[in-house]
Every structure is written in structure tokens, then in C-alpha cells.
């Protein structure tokens, strides 16, 4: 049996991150992958990435591609891949002065580095790492990520280590808006652990982009997983705030036209999960029909319905499947 200890893990805390629901999810997969039939893995909503790093370190995946609509998320991963000792140099030194000072210090050090980390995104060269419009694959190794691109990935990871929640929200502006956390030791630079992460992206095409950005690649041997933003299962609840552009009901039935193009024209096996409309109302069946034709299951899953901690609760959510 694999140790779990050795594993990469997740290097950001993701809202809708898929850690606690991983040993349910297991059991939704394929036979193929245990069989070794699957050559190719796709996550095309990969946040960050829980379901991802269980896989790859578990079945016998020859390639794999991820990607994400967040030019920043997808920054971090290219970053750990390609320069992880000097992105461990700069966290760590974050660490050690965060660490070093006291609660008023760490306060203006937090809210500087917020406010540094947005101002630098206004005209930030995502292209300096290789992000925006998409690179032929043979290409997708582009080692020109520049000095910035290290630091604003240091800044990322700061910031998740030590807001409230590690959440990550922007506002329309998209700007990053999460307060200060209240840890008292965070780990911000987990060294050991970024580099077992750098060492298995090694030859993982990684993309910032639209879910469909990698469909010419996906075939009969694919597995795809896709984990788009969740449709919001209360008028309150804003789990569709991840990115500056919202998904909508239109988006949600565009993607599953997606999903039938997956699996009818590409043939491949393809798992999607999302929130269960039938918590707040027995009676709505929007991806009921949407997915009719397929495999609908329903998991246990304890989250936020909303923001307050006192609505936290046992609700279900759906994976749907096409085999
Ligand atoms: C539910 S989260 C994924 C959670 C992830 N599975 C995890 O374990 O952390 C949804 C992700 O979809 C991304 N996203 C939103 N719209 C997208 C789009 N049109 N194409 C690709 N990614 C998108 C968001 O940036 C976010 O990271």
C-alpha cells in the first residue's frame, strides 16, 4: 500500500476543494484505471487539484493535463514545476520575517503584500509564463517564466497560507479581498512538500484557459474530470465567486453539452461533480436532466452551504458518469 505521507499534496487550500470527498470518489472510478487502460488523465477545472494528485500518484497515468480559467492558479503550478528551489528561497524568507514579528507587524505585512499582489496584476505579463492563448503542446515546456512570475507566485502562497480561511475570493474587480487569518504559526514555505509537487508535474502539460482548451488531445484511452464551479445551491451562497467571470445556469447547460461531445465523439470516460440542487429543493431536477442519460450518484459531503460556519452541514452532492 502506497504511504500517504510521501505524496504530493495540494499546495493551496481551493474553495470547493475536493480533499474529503476523494475516498468516495475513488470508488466512482472507472475499472479501467485500476486496469491500466487509462494512458491520459485531464482535469480542466483543477483549482487545487486534490483529485489530480490522488490519481497521479496512484494509477499508471502516462500523460496528463491540467488547466484552469485562473491565470494566476495556473501560474503557481508552471512556477513549482519549473522553478521550485527559487520560488522555496523566497517563501521561506516570507516565513521567516512573517514569523519574526508581532501581531501589528504581520497585520501591515499581510495587507501590503494584498495590496502589492493586486496593483501588480493590473498589467502582470501572464505570458511570461506561458499562460494565455495556447501554446502548441510540443511547447508547453516554456522555461521563460521571469523573476515576477516567481515572486507573484511567493505572494500567492502567502496569501492562501495566511487569510482567513484560505479562501480564495476576488471581488468584481478581481481583486483578492480575503481578510487576514488568525493562524499562529502558518506554515507558509512547506519545502518538502513543493518539491515532491514539482517533481510530479514534471511532464504534465499545464494550461490556463477554458475547460475545452485541451479537447483535441482527449480520445478513447482519456479520463477527464471536470469539478466547475458549483451551481449555487441557496440564493445566499456565492460558491461561483472564484474567478472574476461568474457560471451561470447557461454556462452550466454549455458545459454539459461538453460533457456528451466527451463522451460520444471523443469516447472518453468522463466524471463530473457538482452541487446537489435537491438540498434546498426536492424538486429541482436542473442537472437531473441535463444529465439524464447518464450515471447520476449521489455522495455525502459535509461543506459550506454558505459563508456562516453555522450553516455547515451534511448535504449530498452529484458525480456523474458516463460508464
Ligand atoms: C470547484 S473549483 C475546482 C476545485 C478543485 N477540484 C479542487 O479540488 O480544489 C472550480 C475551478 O474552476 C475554475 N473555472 C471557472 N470557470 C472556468 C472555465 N470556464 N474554464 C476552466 N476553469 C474554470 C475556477 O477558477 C476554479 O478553480
Known amino acids: 500500500m502506497t504511504n500517504n505521507k510521501n505524496l504530493a499534496k495540494p499546495f493551496l487550500k481551493w474553495v470547493g476543494g475536493k480533499n474529503q470527498l476523494l475516498t468516495q470518489l475513488e470508488t466512482f472510478y472507472p475499472p479501467e484505471l ?10 480542466l477545472f483543477v483549482g487545487g487539484g486534490a483529485v489530480f494528485f490522488e490519481i497521479m500518484q496512484k494509477y499508471p497515468i502516462k500523460k496528463a493535463f491540467i488547466s484552469d480559467i485562473n491565470p494566476d492558479l495556473i501560474l503557481a503550478y508552471k512556477v513549482i514545476r519549473d522553478r521550485a528551489p527559487e520560488l522555496i528561497e523566497i517563501l521561506s524568507q516570507l516565513q521567516t520575517e512573517y514569523l519574526n514579528s508581532n ?9 501590503q503584500i494584498r495590496e502589492n499582489y493586486n496593483k501588480q496584476r493590473i498589467d502582470f505579463n501572464y505570458d511570461g509564463g506561458g499562460c494565455w492563448g ?8 516554456v522555461n521563460n517564466l521571469s523573476e515576477e512570475s516567481i515572486k507573484r507566485v511567493a ?6 497560507k495566511t487569510c482567513f480561511n484560505g479562501l ?30 514539482s517533481n510530479l508535474l514534471k511532464n504534465v502539460t499545464i494550461i490556463s484557459g477554458n475547460y475545452d482548451i485541451f479537447t ?3 480520445d478513447s484511452t482519456s479520463l477527464v474530470y471536470l469539478d ?3 451551481r449555487p445551491i441557496s440564493n445566499t451562497s456565492s460558491f461561483t465567486a472564484y474567478a472574476k467571470s461568474s457560471f451561470n445556469d ?67 452532492e452529484l458525480l456523474i458518469t458516463n460508464y
Open 134 to 141: 495556447f501554446p502548441s503542446i510540443s511547447n508547453h515546456r
Open 34 to 43: 485500476k486496469e491500466g487502460k487509462i494512458d491520459q488523465y485531464f482535469e
Open 250 to 316: 447557461d454556462s452550466q447547460i454549455r458545459l454539459s453539452q461538453y460533457y456528451q461531445y466527451l463522451d460520444q465523439e471523443c469516447q472518453a470516460k468522463v466524471i463530473l461533480s457538482n452541487s446537489d440542487p435537491r438540498n434546498t429543493d426536492s424538486e429541482d431536477n436542473f442537472f437531473d436532466d441535463l444529465y439524464a442519460k447518464y450515471n447520476i450518484h449521489r455522495v455525502s459531503a459535509s461543506r459550506m452551504v454558505n459563508s456562516q460556519a453555522s450553516n455547515r452541514g451534511k448535504i449530498t
Open 155 to 160: 505572494l500567492i502562497i502567502f496569501l492562501n
Open 228 to 230: 466547475p464551479p458549483y
Open 216 to 218: 483535441q488531445y482527449i
Open 103 to 111: 501581531l501589528e507587524e504581520q497585520t501591515n505585512i499581510f495587507y
Open 168 to 197: 480564495y475570493r476576488t471581488n468584481k474587480k478581481g481583486d483578492f479581498n480575503v481578510p487576514m487569518g488568525r493562524y499562529k504559526n502558518p506554515t507558509i514555505c512547506n519545502s518538502d512538500n513543493i518539491l515532491k509537487v
